[in-house]
C-alpha cells in the first residue's frame, strides 16, 4: 500500500468512527425499535463521500481499495448495521457501472452515484427466484430505442428511497443455459417502476427492503450496461463479490461492538462476590469471541486485498462471508447470554445486535449458496 493511500484510509476512517460515535450510535436503537429511516444521518454519509468510496476519483468519487471499503463497513455497523445498507447494493451499482459500463454510462451515472445524488440498489430476486437467479420471470423487450419492462422484484434494499437500479432482466426467454438469456439495465425511476409494499423486518430495521413492480416499464436502449445483451449474470456476479464482502465486513462490525459491551459488562457485573469476568466459564466464552471476530476480519481483508489486486475473489469473498456471518450470529448470542436478563431487553443494543445477524446469513447469497460457490471454486482449483 502506498503512503498516500495509507493517510487517506486513516483519514476516512477517524472521520467514519468520528460519524458513529458522535451522530449513530446515540440515536440507533431508538431508530431501528421505531423503525425511523434516518434522512439526516444519509445526507451527512453524502457530505463524508461514503456513497463514492470506491469510485474512480476521475468520476467524482474517493477511487479507494476494498480494504478501506470494508473497514468502513465495519466502523459503521458497530454503530449501526442498518446506515451500511444505504451504501451496501449502491456500491454494487457503482462497481457494475464502473467495470462493465461504456464511457458515457460512466461518465454519466458515476458522478451522480459518487455524490449520492442518485441513491442506487440492486433488482436481482424476485419472489419466485432469490438463489435460483436464471428462474426470474421479468422480462425486457426491445422496442426502437427503448427496452419494455415487466415484472416484480422482491426484497429491495434502497427500494423507496433509491433512484436507480441495477435492474436484471431477461431479454431472452429461450436461453440455454438460461442465465445466458439475463442482461442489465440501469434503471431509474419513472413511469411504470412502482414501489409496491414495505417489508417489515426482523432486524436491519429503519432502513427500506421493498418490493418493486414494472408495469410497460420503459428504459432506454442506452442504459443496457455495457450495450451487451445476455451479460446481465456475469456482470452482477461479479459485483457480488464487493457485496460479499461488505456483508461479511458488516457482520465483523456489529460482532464487534457485541463484543466489546459483553467484555466490557463482564468487568462490571458481580455475582457471587466478584465480577462475573473472573469465573473462568466467562474467560472461556470471551476468548472464543474475541478469537472468532479476529478470524472473520481477516478473512474479509484478504478477500478485499485479492479484489484489490484486480482479481476475481469468489472463493475469499464466500468464506469471509460464511465464516464472519455465522460467527456474528454466534457472538451476538453469546454477548447476550454474558449480559443475562438485561440482554434481552431493549434498554441496550445486545438484542438489536443479534436480531440484525441473521441478515449476514440470508443477503448476497445465503450461506447454503456460499458452500456451493466455495466448493465450485475449490473443485476448480485442485482438479485432477
Ligand atoms: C433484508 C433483506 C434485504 C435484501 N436486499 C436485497 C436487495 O437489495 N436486492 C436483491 O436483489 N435481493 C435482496 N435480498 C434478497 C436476498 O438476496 C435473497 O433473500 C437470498 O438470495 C435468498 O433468496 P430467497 O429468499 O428467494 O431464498 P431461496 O432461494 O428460496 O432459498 C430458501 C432456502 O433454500 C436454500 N437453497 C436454495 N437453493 C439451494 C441449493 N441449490 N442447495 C442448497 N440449499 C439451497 C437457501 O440457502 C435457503 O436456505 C434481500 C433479502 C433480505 C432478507
Not at 460512466?106 to 445524488?117: D, I, Q, S
Not at 436461453?175 to 412502482?194: D, L, M, N, V, W
Not at 459488562?265 to 469465573?279: L, M, P
Request: glycine fraction near 10%.
Amino acid at each position: 500500500m502506498n503512503e498516500q493511500l495509507g493517510e487517506a484510509r486513516q483519514q476516512i476512517l477517524a472521520t467514519v468512527r468520528d460519524f458513529v460515535q458522535r451522530e449513530v450510535s446515540p440515536v440507533a436503537s431508538r431508530y431501528e425499535q421505531e423503525d425511523i429511516y434516518p434522512h439526516e444521518l444519509v445526507e451527512r454519509m453524502k457530505e463524508l463521500g461514503l456513497f463514492g468510496i470506491v469510485v474512480p476519483e476521475e468520476y467524482g468519487g474517493l477511487g479507494l481499495d476494498y480494504t478501506t471499503f470494508a473497514m468502513v463497513f465495519e466502523e459503521l455497523s458497530k454503530g449501526w448495521m442498518s446506515i451500511s445498507g444505504v451504501i451496501g447494493t449502491h456500491s454494487i451499482l457503482a462497481y457494475v457501472i464502473a467495470k462493465f459500463g461504456t464511457e458515457d454510462q460512466k461518465g454519466h451515472w458515476l458522478p451522480l452515484l459518487a455524490r449520492g445524488e442518485k441513491r442506487g440498489g440492486l433488482g436481482l430476486t424476485e419472489p419466485d427466484a432469490g438463489s435460483d437467479v436464471a428462474a426470474m420471470k421479468t422480462t425486457a423487450v426491445r422496442n426502437g430505442d427503448e427496452y419494455v419492462i415487466n415484472g416484480s422484484k422482491l426484497f429491495i434494499t434502497n427500494g423507496r428511497y433509491g433512484d436507480v437500479f441495477l435492474l436484471l432482466a431477461k431479454t431472452n426467454r429461450e436461453a440455454q443455459p438460461p442465465h445466458r438469456g439475463i442482461s442489465a439495465f440501469i434503471a431509474e425511476k419513472g413511469p411504470g417502476f412502482t414501489v409496491g409494499r414495505d417489508l417489515n423486518k426482523l432486524g436491519y430495521r429503519g432502513v427500506d427492503t421493498c418490493e418493486l413492480v414494472f408495469q410497460d416499464y420503459r428504459v432506454p436502449a442506452e442504459n443496457l450496461v455495457g450495450l451487451k445483451e445476455g451479460q446481465g449474470f456475469y456482470q452482477v456476479m461479479e459485483g457480488l463479490e464487493t457485496g460479499r464482502i461488505n456483508v461479511a465486513a458488516r457482520a465483523v462490525g456489529v460482532a464487534t461492538a457485541a463484543f466489546e459491551a459483553a467484555i466490557a459488562y463482564a468487568q462490571q457485573r458481580k455475582t457471587f462476590g466478584q465480577a462475573i469476568a473472573q469465573h473462568q466459564a466467562i474467560q472461556l466464552m470471551l476468548a472464543d469471541m474475541a478469537t472468532k471476530v479476529q478470524a472473520a476480519r481477516l478473512l474479509v481483508y484478504d478477500a478485499a486485498a485479492k479484489k484489490d489486486r484486480g482479481e476475481r475473489c469468489d472463493l475469499e469473498a464466500g468464506m469471509a462471508k460464511l465464516f464472519a456471518s455465522e460467527m456474528c450470529a454466534q457472538v451476538t448470542l453469546d454477548a447476550m447470554r454474558i449480559h443475562g436478563g438485561y440482554g434481552y431487553i431493549k434498554d441496550l443494543p445486545l438484542e438489536r445486535y443479534y436480531r440484525d445477524a441473521p441478515l449476514m446469513i440470508i443477503g448476497e447469497g445465503t450461506n447454503e449458496i456460499q458452500k456451493l460457490v466455495i466448493a465450485r471454486n475449490l473443485l476448480r482449483r485442485y482438479a485432477s
